[in-house]
């Protein structure tokens, strides 16, 4: 059974040097798929992301992809004190126990929690405003198609830049075991941001993932899957860190004011 529940985290007011730590992200996905019982068919995938051209967007992005078309990815951001995870699965969890598995490892101040059910035809229609959200989420489901891995991975190695996406990985394709194989997942790694294909051989269906950490065209982004799908595509789109200058000031604020407050415990002692 394909994985279809698909939890959106994103997180405010985080410790820079924990955000930026490879130990720490590699325990958070390990950690959260061991405790959320999903089974890993690879090891976590780490990729660091500082030649930007704006220092703030820097940070490590990262993912590991689990059986039933599911994965878990993050993407932090330690100059802006932020970070954006997504879990896709098929196994439930109580909110609040993941957030206690996440702060484990990288706490933050204020943590969002979407949860959407990908089978839903109805999921809400999300408002997006640029200038206060952080980037658009398209989920996209197509039904009766064939694809090969090798399709697949071409479909990821060419996507990014027709939608002003900027590549910093090659497409990590595999399929989920080794001897009859149920599923094929991809992954590509964007500018702290990420595109995934997860595929079900047998019911021929798939769930595909485009976050991004800027906005896109919407028309070109639908031009581009209909050439790929045609008329076999649904599309329900996201956004991701609602109100997210007004979350980083008001973090910012609150840092200042613990900054203040230290000093001046210490100047009395």
């Not at 089978?119 to 197509?142: A, E, K, Q, T, W």
């Not at 399929?175 to 194989?181: R, S, T, V």
């Amino acid at each position: 059974m394909q994985a279809t529940r698909h939890i959106m985290l994103d997180a405010y007011d985080c410790e820079s040097e924990q955000a930026n730590s490879f130990m720490a992200v590699n325990n958070l996905l390990v950690n959260l798929t061991h405790k959320l019982g999903m089974e890993p068919v690879m090891p976590p995938f780490l990729l660091p992301y500082y030649y930007c051209d704006e220092m703030e967007d820097g940070g490590i992005s990262a993912f590991i992809v689990c059986e039933n078309g599911s994965h878990i990815t993050i993407h932090t951001f330690p100059f802006r004190h932020c970070y954006f995870i997504d879990i896709l699965t098929d196994v439930f969890c109580e909110e609040a126990d993941i957030i206690n598995i996440i702060n484990q490892q990288i706490y933050a101040g204020n943590i969002n929690i979407q949860v959407v059910d990908r089978r839903n035809d109805n999921n809400p229609s999300c408002d997006i405003n640029s200038s206060l959200d952080f980037g658009p989420h398209y989920m996209i489901s197509v039904e009766d198609f064939d694809v090969t891995a090798e399709q697949i991975f071409k479909w990821l190695d060419n996507i990014a830049p027709k939608i002003n996406m900027v590549p910093i990985s090659r497409p990590y394709v595999i399929f989920d075991k080794m001897e009859n194989p149920e599923f094929i997942s991809g992954v590509l790694v964007v500018a702290q941001s990420h595109i995934a294909f997860h595929y079900d051989i047998s019911e021929r269906t798939a769930n595909i993932d485009i976050f991004s950490c800027s906005f896109l065209d919407d028309g070109i982004v639908e031009c581009m899957l209909e050439q790929a799908f045609g008329d076999k595509v649904k599309i329900d789109l996201f956004a991701r860190g609602s109100k997210y200058k007004n979350n980083i000031y008001h973090a910012e604020k609150h840092r200042v004011q613990l900054s203040m407050n230290k000093s001046w415990q210490k100047n009395i002692q």
